[in-house]
């Protein structure tokens, strides 16, 4: 089982991210306060583990804050969870593809673009199918 280390909101497309405690995941939708509603994209995750192997590749330690990603989570492999159902505490999430890494990846760490592009180290998105609230802290575990 994993656990959800970080939540991250984006309040309109390119504005900086605003780092939560917690977050309300509506059904259908995505995270109140952010700016991606509705669609498969609904929400975005990051695996610390993905993280540190492209920090390690730039030679720097970075805020995964930069990865533009709407929760951090560690202990999970998303990319072997593409297609099911991830519970991060109370909410459920589908997770539909993985996400590519865009130009401000390599505004934010020369390097840090092509570091992120091995399958999954950029994170997957997802739809929310069970809403509610998420909290720093929470497991977070694939079902079935």
């Not at 560690?74 to 993985?98: S, T």
């Not at 865009?102 to 180290?121: D, F, I, Q, V």
């Not at 609230?133 to 497991?139: A, E, F, K, Q």
Request: one cysteine or more.
């Amino acid at each position: 089982m994993g656990s959800l280390l970080g939540i991250y909101l984006r309040p309109a497309p390119g504005a900086s991210v605003v780092g939560a405690e917690e977050a309300r995941a509506v059904q259908g939708r995505g995270l109140e306060g952010d700016h991606a509603r509705g669609g498969a994209r609904q929400v975005t995750l990051l695996a610390r583990e993905a993280w540190n192997e492209a920090c390690a590749e730039v030679g720097t330690e970075l805020d995964p804050s930069l990865r533009r990603a709407n929760l951090l989570v560690e202990g999970v492999d998303l990319v072997r969870a593409l297609g099911g159902v991830l519970r991060v505490g109370e909410v459920r999430i589908r997770l539909r593809g993985e996400t590519t890494p865009c130009r401000l990846m390599e505004e934010a760490r020369p390097g840090l673009l092509r570091a992120l592009a091995p399958a999954g180290r950029g994170g997957v998105y997802g739809e929310v199918i069970g809403g509610g609230t998420l909290r720093c802290g929470d497991p977070v575990e694939l079902e079935g």
